[in-house]
């Protein structure tokens, strides 16, 4: 039977010993098996590795169709998927439907990229024009085309600059009053158009940015983990993170696509 039962996923940090007792910060995976391509079950495992690094207890819950919602939810993240798969979660998004809605409301940190990106707005319309409806936390309705938009791109945003790779054929437009997740430097962004990338509402993020992006963009990820922090344990006490690497690969990339 399926269940949502947490697992730890193991990393360098747990390894080496690093303390973790500042409390617990609960993650919620959203279909890891079905929406997770493009490498963005990384995007967990980067939130994990790095709630150990500062000090705090993961426990990170794989939520698949059909099984009960976790209790206890201090951050959730969602990938992208392929048409298949996002059929295979509809039903089950829409019965938890009210709980994250109420969750987004009560401003639990989100991250949603791509396909739960689009599942998360308003309506997805396909190319031969049915309407499929979203759960109507961010302000967004995203239209299929025949024109797919792919390659690297980067952000302003306001977690500072954001880098990732996008591939994705549906164009999304913001509704009134929806802000955007960030402005396009380089790249498509939501429709290659308007130079919004993603959308923002309360502490849910939606993006197409994948890569996974938050390895690539330690900001982006703390960010949403001192939101986390704070709604588990009360506060956010960061450790001292060796972010070296990641910022420089950060910074090569954002040099190197401006420049072209």
Same mark, same amino acid.
């Given at each position: 039977?399926?269940?949502?039962?947490? %697992?730890?996923?193991?990393? $360098?940090?747990? =390894?080496?010993?690093?303390?973790?007792?500042?409390?617990?910060?609960?993650? $919620?995976?959203?279909?890891? *098996?079905?929406?997770?391509?493009?490498?963005?079950?990384? @995007?967990?495992?980067?939130? &994990?590795? *790095? =709630?150990?690094?500062?000090g705090y207890s993961p426990v990170v819950h794989d939520h698949h169709p059909g099984a009960p919602f976790p209790r206890r939810v201090d951050l959730v993240?969602?990938?992208?998927?392929?048409?298949?798969?996002?059929?295979?979660?509809?039903h089950d998004l829409a019965v938890q439907a009210d709980r994250l809605r109420e969750l987004a409301a009560e401003g639990v940190p989100m991250?949603? #990229?791509?396909?739960?990106?689009?599942?998360?707005?308003?309506?997805? #319309?396909t190319v031969e024009g049915v309407r499929l409806p979203g759960l109507g936390i961010l302000g967004v309705t995203t239209r299929g085309n025949r024109t797919r938009m792919i390659g690297p791109v980067v952000l302003e945003t306001g977690f500072g600059p954001v880098v990732g790779y996008e591939n994705h054929s549906g164009s999304t437009e913001l509704g009134a009053g929806q802000a955007p997740f960030g402005r396009? *430097?380089?790249?498509?962004?939501? @429709?290659?158009?308007?130079? %919004?990338?993603?959308?923002?509402?309360? @502490?849910? $993020?939606?993006?197409?940015?994948?890569?996974?992006?938050?390895? !690539? @963009?330690? &900001?982006?990820?703390?960010? =949403? =983990?001192?939101? !986390? !922090? *704070?709604?588990?344990t009360g506060g956010w006490a960061p450790g001292t993170v060796d972010d070296t690497l990641a910022l420089e690969a950060q910074g090569r990339q954002i040099r190197r696509l401006l420049r072209s």
């Open positions: 039977m399926s269940t949502s039962s947490p %697992t730890l996923p193991v990393d $360098v940090a747990a =390894l080496a010993g690093v303390p973790a007792d500042k409390g617990e910060v609960h993650v $919620v995976h959203l279909y890891p *098996r079905e929406m997770s391509i493009y490498g963005d079950l990384g @995007n967990t495992r980067c939130l &994990a590795a *790095r =709630l150990r690094w500062h993240v969602g990938g992208g998927g392929q048409d298949s798969g996002q059929v295979r979660v509809q991250l949603m #990229i791509c396909g739960m990106y689009q599942l998360f707005g308003e309506a997805f #319309i396009v *430097r380089h790249g498509s962004g939501n @429709n290659g158009t308007d130079g %919004t990338e993603g959308a923002r509402t309360h @502490n849910v $993020v939606g993006s197409y940015l994948h890569g996974p992006v938050l390895p !690539a @963009n330690p &900001a982006l990820a703390d960010g =949403l =983990l001192s939101l !986390a !922090a *704070r709604r588990a």
